[in-house]
């Protein structure tokens, strides 16, 4: 079955404890991409990536990191998370560019 | 960075009845994407457009890419109770392929 996944689903963390939220894709998509989504604003690209060892910045990249290594990884790695970055997390994928992309089932990230 | 300006915010509307709802921006977008996002899940995408004045269809759903590449609006014909849900606009802008910009949503609820 063609997916998306990430894990883990669901984080409780504290400030400052480095954490990574993993995101695979099994379709051999070139483009992956993280967003955020809070109540109000829609969802806010941090990261994407055109394909393996290129990665750009989106629009709320501050306090982020990102790697792609291989074509179906993409990691979202918080090196000192904050509370402001408490927020469900979506990956996603596409076969190139950003037109028409799978999304992952979601992060809950809250950080205390 | 880039704004859509979607609306309206929320619609309650009762079973059968057409929906309506649109993405404006004050720059250029090279290409328009709606997406439909359940409770608990990731958006989905419905329609995909990617030239000036394009009408497209999937279904009930009929989308169009405004003539001036500014906006973009999203009709639902004779709606139904699993049309429940957040529909968002998206865009690509200027010669970006990877930097996707969405709305904050319209959340429609339908009553049977």
């Known amino acids: 079955e063609a997916q998306v996944t990430q894990n883990p689903r669901y984080l409780i963390t504290v400030t400052g404890k480095k954490l990574t939220v993993t995101c695979s894709q099994n379709?051999?998509?070139?483009?992956m991409s993280w967003y955020r989504q809070d109540p109000g604003l829609g969802l806010r690209q941090i990261y994407y990536?055109?394909?393996?060892?290129?990665?750009d910045k989106g629009d709320v990249p501050e306090g982020y990191k990102v790697s792609r290594k291989e074509k179906r990884n993409f990691p979202l790695i918080l090196e000192s998370p904050s509370p402001n970055q408490t927020s469900l997390y979506f990956c996603?994928?596409?076969?190139?560019?950003?037109?028409?992309?799978?999304f992952g089932p979601g992060t809950r990230l809250t950080v205390t | 960075g880039q704004q859509l300006n979607q609306s309206p915010q929320s619609m309650f509307i009762q079973e059968g009845e057409d929906v309506s709802m649109n993405c404006t921006s004050s720059?250029?977008?090279?290409?328009w994407l709606w997406y439909k996002q359940d409770p608990g899940e990731g958006p989905v995408l419905l329609i995909a457009?990617?030239?000036?004045?394009e009408l497209t269809s999937n279904g009930r759903l009929t989308a169009q890419f405004g003539i001036t590449r500014k906006d973009s609006f999203l009709n639902i014909s004779a709606s139904i109770p699993s049309d429940v849900g957040i529909y968002f606009c998206?865009?690509?802008?200027?010669?970006?392929?990877?930097?996707?910009?969405f709305g904050k949503g319209t959340k429609l609820s339908v009553k049977p």
């Open positions: 379709m051999n998509h070139e483009y």
């Open positions: 457009l990617y030239k000036a004045g």
């Open positions: 996603a994928s596409s076969w190139a560019s950003a037109y028409e992309q799978y």
């Open positions: 720059s250029i977008f090279n290409t």
């Open positions: 990536s055109m394909n393996v060892e290129v990665t």
């Open positions: 998206a865009g690509l802008y200027g010669g970006s392929q990877g930097n996707l910009i």
